[in-house]
């Protein structure tokens, strides 16, 4: 299938709206069959082969990061995420599908955005938290019942919800943006702690930290129209803000980072700047650090991660032209007025036609050393061609095995022991457009990494 290439392509929101639902029709239509367990498969790369039992398939498509966690308590894990056939799916480590309980749990309309699982009532078991199409947040037990809605007004597309204690009271709580121009605190029970209007929609995750160390909360959300705001903890916008970062985004959101990246002990905050291919860094208080000028615009996160072993912070982007940046902050920073990127060796390089998912950093081959995993699509592409996860050191050299073709895919890859063998899955969401199944997961051969201190002495294990 190639019909997905008009997505990024055409900015133009109502059509981002028809092809999306046509995704979602075409999908229900065609009876796309529920998960099935099928035999290994080693995919003739050699390495990292298919996990047992995967790929799987679920009846829509999977646009964001999967969650894994271990749901029931059981001691084993299982993957949790949205699809747009509007539904809430759990898979087990096996690949087969959960139906016990209320699961699949069916919302009122696409889960595009990655869910959050945390213990919200404080009765010692898991909840999952989701953000639907229908502009309403749900709030669902272990077994899939639904503890409560709250509608936010507007429709939360790519609007992952986070779970922080926002207000101090030790319980978690729900912030969330919505395409209704507003960010919500919703505790517990599913009432409103507080909204805040922000300057335009927001399509994409927000994120909660405290950027000036005094122990409470601030959430930054990237909105629609290029602005970054900043809100309070009790629901106020911090002083100085909003901030203009450039023009308007488009379907895919821009999604704000925050980090310390020059280790003078404030955090900063990093933003793609919508319309610009540039990466803005801005202080706590609102001034525009540095711009970094990239190949392509940087909608996901940037990954921020000490790559070569230096000491020092390091910042890795994907942009909508398919590169892949890896850039030497530190460098970079010393010379705040100029946009120019100091890349490491090699880089930027094209990984594929567009990339969207935020690459991550993870040794998954157990040489010791950190590899880039990330993942690209190419409209020209036919099923599972049409899209793939790559994996590649910090020479731009290719993991052993990869790439693995996967079908379209936009999300960000998750990296955990998802059977609890020791060693590390790397689980990847593709196949949308009917491209090919939906959960891919592969059987890495890098262990999990244990620390212990020891009379002040850390080991690696």
Not at 15 to 40: A, K
Not at 134 to 157: E, I, P, Q
Not at 188 to 195: A, K, T, V, Y
Not at 315 to 333: C, H, I, K, W
């Amino acid at each position: 299938m190639t019909y997905t290439a008009s997505i990024l392509r055409e900015k133009r929101h109502g059509l981002y709206l028809v092809l999306l639902l046509g995704f979602v029709l075409l999908t229900v239509l065609s009876g796309v069959s529920p998960v099935h367990s099928i035999e290994q498969n080693t995919d003739g790369n050699g390495s990292s082969p298919y996990q047992a039992g995967f790929p799987a398939q679920v009846s829509g498509d999977v646009y964001d990061q999967i969650k894994v966690t271990d749901l029931d308590g059981d001691g084993t894990n299982e993957m949790v995420f949205g699809a747009t056939d509007g539904c809430v799916h759990v898979i087990n480590h096996d690949g087969t599908e959960r139906r016990n309980g209320f699961w699949p749990k069916h919302t009122g309309g696409p889960v595009m955005a990655g869910v959050e699982v945390g213990d919200i009532n404080k009765d010692g078991a898991s909840e999952v938290v989701a953000s639907s199409f229908d502009g309403k947040v749900y709030a669902l037990t272990r077994t899939g019942f639904t503890m409560w809605n709250k509608d936010t007004g507007g429709s939360l597309v790519l609007a992952k919800p986070e779970l922080a204690d926002i207000n101090g009271d030790k319980v978690l709580d729900i912030i969330v943006g919505s395409q209704s121009k507003k960010v919500f605190a919703i505790d517990r029970r599913g009432q409103l702690l507080w909204e805040n209007r922000v300057t335009g929609k927001v399509s994409g995750p927000v994120v909660v930290k405290d950027l000036d160390g005094d122990d409470t909360f601030e959430v930054i959300a990237g909105t629609d129209d290029g602005w970054v705001n900043v809100i309070q903890a009790n629901g106020g916008t911090r002083s100085g803000w909003p901030k203009e970062c450039g023009g308007e985004a488009g379907f895919f959101p821009f999604v704000p980072q925050v980090a310390d990246l020059d280790e003078d002990g404030e955090k900063e905050i990093i933003i793609g700047s919508p319309g610009q291919n540039m990466v803005t860094i801005l202080s706590m208080d609102g001034k525009v650090r540095q711009k970094i000028r990239f190949p392509g615009q940087v909608h996901d996160s940037v990954n921020i991660a000490d790559i070569d072993g230096d000491g020092h912070l390091d910042l890795l982007a994907a942009d909508d032209q398919g590169y892949l940046s890896v850039v030497n902050l530190r460098e970079t920073m010393q010379n705040p007025t100029t946009e120019r990127a100091v890349q490491f060796p090699g880089w930027p390089r094209k990984m594929g036609e567009h990339l969207f998912g935020s690459p991550r950093v993870s040794d998954i081959d157990g040489d010791g050393l950190p590899d880039i995993i990330y993942t690209a699509w190419n409209s020209r592409g036919e099923g599972l061609s049409s899209g793939s996860v790559g994996a590649v050191n910090l020479d731009g050299t290719s993991v052993k095995g990869f790439p693995k073709e996967t079908g379209k895919s936009f999300g960000k890859v998750s990296i955990a022991d998802l059977d609890n063998d020791g060693d590390l899955e790397l689980i990847v969401p593709g196949g949308i457009g009917l491209t090919g199944k939906q959960i891919h997961v592969y059987d890495c051969p890098g262990k999990v990494v244990l620390r212990m201190a020891v009379v002040g002495v850390s080991y690696t294990y």
